[in-house]
């Protein structure tokens, strides 16, 4: 919603271009169109919510799993050990 000014609920190359300016990565008019044209399959030359979504939560993307990474999700596969801590004694601290 930051980057759509005109409230369609699209992204057009210019408001692309501002979004990634202010994450700190600059692109080329050439690497956003690039961008765009993966994002939207070659159909549009804007990103709709629909596509944005999909690229956030799509398989190739890394975005959901950074997720729940942070929200520790990724790693119930090695689940924490509950209880108490192991008592410990003065030669065993570092």
Do not use: C, W
């Amino acid at each position: 919603m930051e980057f759509d000014l005109n409230n369609q609920g699209e992204i057009d190359l210019m408001s692309v271009k501002r979004m990634m300016e202010k994450m700190g990565v600059p692109k080329t008019h050439l690497e956003l169109k690039k961008m765009i044209s993966e994002v939207t399959g070659g159909v549009s030359e804007t990103i709709s919510y629909q596509d944005f979504v999909n690229v956030m939560l799509g398989k190739r993307s890394a975005v959901l799993k950074l997720v729940m990474m942070f929200e520790g999700k990724a790693n119930e596969s090695n689940p924490k050990p509950s209880g108490p801590p192991p008592e410990r004694d003065i030669a065993s601290l570092p």
